[in-house]
């Protein structure tokens, strides 16, 4: 499998504070690659790095074939980038804008750049400083998708903003962006999980699992035990079971390496006076509600 | 080029208004330059060589922070144009609306003056360049390491704070900062500022190392400081500049007799460890044209007894009377002076 984006090994120290400490990804080509952590994780710093925004204190990453440290004209005319903390000059308007970045990309498509002024009602003649964050989220990404990128970096693009306009937002660059590589950073677990085709955890500086959303919504699922009488915790514990809570006559856990056959079978070895076993499957936002509450990850 | 070109022109257009302003100001300039010279213009009018170097910082300022290097949020961090486009850009823009302005301007005075400009462009140019290194290249190099208008007017505060503050300190201390050759060690500082602005810009537009160029911006201040000349290097300097060769060692100094019979003390302004003379001095085989300034001096007393009172460096300083008599003010330790004031000395 190639890939479009990948990092080995990435260190970032500011001053004497960690930021990543050892981070490596791969984003395949093509691919939807979601990037999640709590708050201060270090995906924005790794982002920055892989834009050549920030220099890394080791390692190195490659975009689109290139060592992110040489990305020159010629690559970022290839690359978009959108981030929630991008200052713009707010004093253009959106069309001065638009037509201000035009002459710097070979590859713009004045047709497709009207497509997406239209598409989000871009108003040209606004200034940018005047538009509702909403709006300048879409007019920063119908400016990255004009020259029709072969790989998008967004950086918590959703943050902040109303159900309706990340629709949109999400809409736009789904259907502008078919065989491009798309690395998105966000909180918003939700919206991800209906477009992402792979995600990353991102704690502690490192990146504590990364694989196709597909292979992580099959191995995890929230087992539900029911007993005659309450019923604690035991102190033996499969280390894939994860935040087991025992109320009343129930208890819970996250299963971490799902398999339709073994599971209930090592939950009645376990608990041999289960009366029921109940499996559900998880959504992304309760996979990682999990994973941050047990401060697991990599093992998992 | 094209690339170059079309950031100039946005710079161009965003920053139409504060190019306005400096070239309605340099034109105002010339203009009443050419009404009232040799006279100074009128009140509104003489504020003018004031606002135009703010004016033209202003201008510079902005033409940075349009682009500004320092921070990781700007939108073209990430968009396909190199800093070295950058930099050509802002010099693009600096050459147009600053730097031929200022030289249509100079030679307009020249022409105006009747003088040919077949023997003048290459001055002007080179003024231009003087102009480049000590005013644009310092400003710009404050600029780039700043984030906005704001901080740059803070730092460029601060830097003259401390380097006022560093000086007076060393002020009350040493003679040599004491002298009436100031122009040195300004154009000794204005100097490393000059030498330190290039490596700045350099780092900041083709290395973005932001933490070194501000490191650099401090040890110019620094350097600024500690870099002024000893008082004799200074002496030799402005004696090879000097237009009329003059030996020093021909110009006698005395007591001059003719004077006040006595020194005359100041016991007001004097401490309890010294006391202020002022001792008549007069000048011989001064030549013609010559104006005599006392920098510094070294004050040796030896009494009868064959005691010796001797001083370390001073500031010298001669008070001249309508008459014409000249006083040298001198600091004796006071109890050399009380044991030795009714008897002669030699000084």
Known sequence: ?300 | MNLILQLFRKDAIRLWPQASIFLTLLALNGWADRKYAPFNPPQPLAFIPFLLPIACSVLLIALIHEEGPVGDCQYWLTRPFSRRHLMAAKILFALVFINLPLFLYQAAIVITAGLPMSRNWVNLLCLQLFFTAVDILPVAALAAVTKNIVQTVLAALTTGAVIVALSSLDWSHHVNKADGMPWIDATVGGAIFVAMSLPILFLQYLRRATAPARAILAGAVLLVFTSSLPYAAKWSIQMRLSPRELDPSAVRISWNREGRLVPITHDWISSDDSVQLEIPIRFDDLPPGALIKIEAIQPVAEALTGEVWRSGWLRGGIREELNGDKFENISMDRQFFQRVKDTPIHL
């Open chain 1, 1 to 300: 499998m190639s890939y479009a984006i990948s990092a080995f090994g990435l260190t970032k120290r500011f001053h004497r504070t960690p930021v990543l400490d050892g981070f490596n990804l791969e984003v395949p080509e093509g691919g939807i690659y979601a990037l999640t952590g709590r708050n201060g994780a270090g995906k924005t710093t790794a982002i920055k790095i892989l834009m050549n925004i920030l220099a890394p204190t080791a390692g190195r990453c490659e975009i689109l074939g290139a060592d992110s440290r040489r990305l020159g004209p010629r690559e970022l005319a290839r690359i978009g980038y959108v981030s929630e903390n991008q200052e713009m000059p707010g004093w253009m308007t959106v069309g001065f804008y638009l037509d201000f970045l035009r002459p710097f990309y070979p590859q713009w498509d004045t047709a497709l750049e009207a497509e997406l002024v239209e598409q989000f009602q871009l108003p040209r003649g606004r200034n940018l400083a005047h538009l509702s964050r909403g709006m300048r989220m879409k007019a920063a990404l119908a400016s990255s998708l004009a020259y029709r990128p072969r790989a998008i970096v967004l950086d918590e693009p959703f943050t902040g903003l109303d159900a309706l306009v990340r629709d949109e937002l999400i809409e736009g660059l789904l259907a502008r962006a078919e065989n491009t590589t798309i690395l998105i950073s966000s909180h918003d677990l939700a919206e991800i999980e209906s477009f992402a085709s792979h995600v990353g955890y991102l704690e502690n500086g490192r990146l504590q699992f990364s694989e196709s959303l597909e292979s992580l919504s099959a191995r995890f699922r929230e087992v539900a035990l029911t007993f005659e009488k309450p019923r604690a915790v035991p102190d033996a514990w499969p280390g894939h079971w994860l935040i087991p809570e025992a109320a009343g006559n129930a208890l819970r856990f996250v299963e971490t390496q799902y398999d339709a056959e073994r599971t209930p079978g090592e939950a009645r070895r376990v608990f041999p006076d289960a009366q029921g076993i109940e499996v559900n499957g998880m959504t992304l936002r309760a996979i990682f509600l999990a994973l941050a509450k047990s401060g697991r990850g990599a093992s998992v």
